[in-house]
């Protein structure tokens, strides 16, 4: 099982855990949200050639990087048509981008209250984006994404 497997498995775990509070269900969208960014970079990761390597070239995305790429992609692909490979990807970058949002708020703003439905769609989204992923991973539009993940179009 995968690292991005594992997280999300412990956010869906976490946000299940009697008695439901505040901690846990934030936690869980936390760990959702690092679910998907380390799959990302596990993927990209993938593409690179030498394999003793991969572990530092992960350390050089950056969340903001990651966040406004997958925005771009999303505003890109908004009008794709359900079931098309740029459908699919929206549907990731999406994710992604959301998530990160709903990350910031979980750590770092304390003044609103989770809701365990709305965790439950965030994890959701996230096992949505790895199942969108498989379909499209060797697509050129996917291995596109990918790169702007790290590198910043000009």
């Known amino acids: 099982m995968s690292y991005s497997t594992e997280l999300l498995d412990s956010a869906a775990a976490t946000s299940h855990v009697h008695p439901q509070t505040q901690a846990n269900l934030r936690r869980a969208v936390s760990t959702a949200y690092y679910s998907l960014f380390h799959f990302l970079i596990e993927e990209a990761c993938g593409n690179w050639i030498r394999p003793e390597q991969r572990g530092k070239l992960g350390r050089a995305f950056e ?40 990350r910031h708020t979980a750590d770092y703003d304390l003044s609103g209250v989770f809701y365990d439905h709305e965790v439950d769609l965030d994890i959701r989204s996230v096992r949505n984006a790895f199942t969108n992923w498989s379909v499209i991973r ?17």
Do not use: P, W
């Open 63 to 102: 969340h903001k990087q990651m966040s406004d790429a997958s925005n771009r992609c999303v505003r890109k692909y908004e009008n794709a048509a359900a079931g098309t490979h740029e459908s699919d990807l929206r549907s990731v970058a999406s994710a992604f981008h959301k998530l990160q949002r709903r």
């Open 138 to 154: 060797n697509q050129q539009i996917a291995q596109d994404y990918l790169f702007s993940l790290l590198f910043k179009e000009r």
